[in-house]
């Protein structure tokens, strides 16, 4: 039988009489989705005090080590709502986008369940990039000029009457594959017709916006209606290779601690844009219960929403969440309930994460290659694409590992992550070696 405990530090109560029989036993929590993301999520809630029991559907072989994977897909809501009735699960916490965009938070709800992740409507901040520039523009959040269209003609001669680089968006959930910066009116026709005659990401319209230059960089913040909490400002890498070079892909690196980013910027980051953006949509009757993530430029002109989404990033979750001190399961719980939570700890020290992936990523790539040397690793790894056969760690999927470093500065943890790294042995991986070049540049 699991112990019975109570942790008052640890919730929003002080005194002792006001803590409630059933806040002293131990939590069973239920992940969904199966990526790095789903592990750095999986590993803060297994710090957490008040957490029992966590399941993971569907997970993935790292999760399966301190976690119970769950063989439903992230998007079968009646499975997954028959699984958190059946086993008693206390909150359940949602990764992907796909899930939140076909409606898991709202049954949950429904069904009398507590979760974390926003409501259907509410995804539209992501699921529909011209539902976020019409948001943006109305409530004066700082944002690239844009024009949408349902029509291939008129979009290209739009397009062809403007300079290049063209900033080209389909609008919907396009598993981050939905943006073309079109250097020239050929690979913008490309784009276009991909998107409006040959409906490659699915029948919608795509939004062309004005090119922005300047650093990027993600925000993210658990969000519960107004109140917003923010969380360490960090910096990922699309390109496959070094130099920020090749096809974009999920996300290659990440890093906090950015230098180029001044306090002065957060605050402006936080209030008129983080928070401006939770009261919009609070406006609009579509509030925010979950994770908003902000992807953000350092423009000439200022600090600029590129894109907004509504849950964590990946592969900016692994750097960003093992700096957490508070008890992840309140900041969760708090949200999902919509009771104040209490101010978020954060470690004074920044993390750098190197991302692993099968040669060939993000164009084909074969599975089932043998992974060793991680036991030797004296960091944290995050599985994204593994699978155990027969007894032994394989591939199993584009991005396959993580590995994060943390340190007083980034050249301590730069150095550190990559000497781990060397330690990993397989014959089908592929890795950066500049993951946050542009901090020593």
């Not at 009757?285 to 994770?291: E, I, Q, R, T």
């Not at 969440?321 to 470690?347: C, H, K, M, N, Q």
């Not at 990559?418 to 592929?430: A, P, S, T």
Request: glycine share 10%.
């Amino acid at each position: 039988m699991d112990a019975v405990f109570c942790k008052p530090s640890m919730s929003n109560k002080s005194d002792p009489k006001d803590i409630r029989f059933e806040d002293c036993f131990p939590k069973t929590v239920l992940v969904v989705g199966g990526g790095g993301r789903e592990h750095a999520i999986v590993d803060a809630l297994a710090r957490s005090p008040q957490v029992g029991k966590i399941y993971c559907a569907p997970g993935n072989a790292g999760i399966g080590l301190v976690a119970e994977n769950v063989p439903l897909k992230d998007t079968d809501v009646e499975g997954l709502k028959a699984f958190a009735l059946e086993h008693g699960v206390d909150l359940t916490v949602v990764g992907p986008e796909a899930a939140l965009a076909v409606g898991i938070v709202d049954a949950f709800r429904a069904a009398g369940l507590k979760i974390f992740g926003h409501t259907k409507e509410a995804t539209a901040i992501e699921s529909s990039k011209e539902f976020a520039k019409r948001l943006m523009e109305k409530y004066g959040v700082p944002t690239a000029s844009y024009k949408a269209f349902s029509d291939y003609n008129e979009a290209l001669s739009y397009v062809s009457s403007r300079p290049f680089p063209a900033v080209l968006k389909y609008d919907g959930l396009a598993a981050g594959k939905g943006v073309v910066i079109a250097q020239d009116l050929s690979e913008a026709t490309k784009a276009l017709e991909d998107m409006l005659l040959d409906h490659t990401f699915g029948a919608g319209r795509v939004v062309v916006e004005d090119f922005l230059t300047g650093p990027e960089f993600s925000f993210l913040c658990f969000v519960d209606g107004s109140r917003v909490y923010p969380m360490p400002l960090s910096q990922d890498h699309k390109r496959a290779y070094d130099g920020d070079k090749g096809p974009n892909t999920g996300g290659m690196g990440a890093y906090t601690g950015l230098p180029f980013i001044t306090e002065e910027d957060r605050w402006f980051a936080y209030q008129e844009i983080m928070c401006k953006t939770a009261a919009a949509m609070v406006a609009e009757g579509k509030p925010l219960s979950g994770v908003l993530y902000g992807g953000l430029m350092k423009t000439p002109q200022g600090i600029k929403v590129i894109e907004f989404n509504a849950r964590f990033g990946d592969p900016e979750t692994e750097v960003v969440l093992p700096l957490l001190e508070s008890d992840i399961y309140t900041i969760f719980e708090s949200v999902a309930t919509g009771v104040p939570a209490p101010d978020t700890v954060w470690r004074e020290e920044v993390t750098l994460g190197v991302v692993l992936a099968s040669k060939g990523y993000p164009g084909s790539y074969q599975k089932g290659y043998e992974i060793q040397g991680l036991d030797q690793v004296d960091g944290i790894v995050f599985h994204m694409g593994t699978a155990f056969r027969e007894g032994k760690l394989v591939t199993n999927g584009g991005r396959v590992l993580m590995v994060v470093a943390g340190g007083p500065d980034l050249a301590a943890a730069r150095a550190k992550v990559y000497e781990e790294v060397r330690k990993i042995g397989c014959d089908n991986l592929f890795y950066r070696n500049d993951i946050a070049h542009c901090a020593f540049e």
